[in-house]
Nanobody, 123 residues
């Protein structure tokens, strides 16, 4: 099993930045892909950014391209999401997800392991 713990959420003004972190533990060597999702009240969970842990391309939702950056530190088993130029519509609970096998990286159903979420509020 894999355990994921997010941190770094908070309340900021529009235009400001936040960096989310996701610490992974357990069978981290089996993780093939990781992603950030978000869910606002009354809305479906949507993919924000994703990557393959072995390196290569990163993937972003159109709504965050150019503002958010996903990265990883394999030595620390940690996934990051740098969020710049935040907008009020970025307000949501943000979740980290991981899976040993995934093909469509921004689809929630691809992931079996999830963190508890961290709240981001932009006003």
């Amino acid at each position: 099993h894999v355990q994921l713990v997010e941190s770094g959420g908070g309340s900021v003004q529009a235009g400001e930045s936040l960096r989310l972190s996701c610490a992974a533990s357990g069978y981290t060597h089996a993780i093939y892909c990781m992603a950030w999702f978000r869910q606002a009240p009354g809305k479906e969970r949507e993919g924000v950014a994703a990557l393959y842990t072995g390196g290569g391309s990163t993937y972003y939702a159109d709504s965050v391209k150019g503002r958010f950056t996903i990265s990883q530190d394999n030595a620390k088993n940690t996934l990051y999401l740098q969020m710049n130029s935040l907008k009020t519509e970025d307000t949501a609970m943000y979740y980290c997800a991981a899976d040993p096998l995934c093909t469509i990286l921004l689809r929630p159903s691809e992931y079996n392991y999830w963190g508890q979420g961290t709240q981001v509020t932009v006003s």
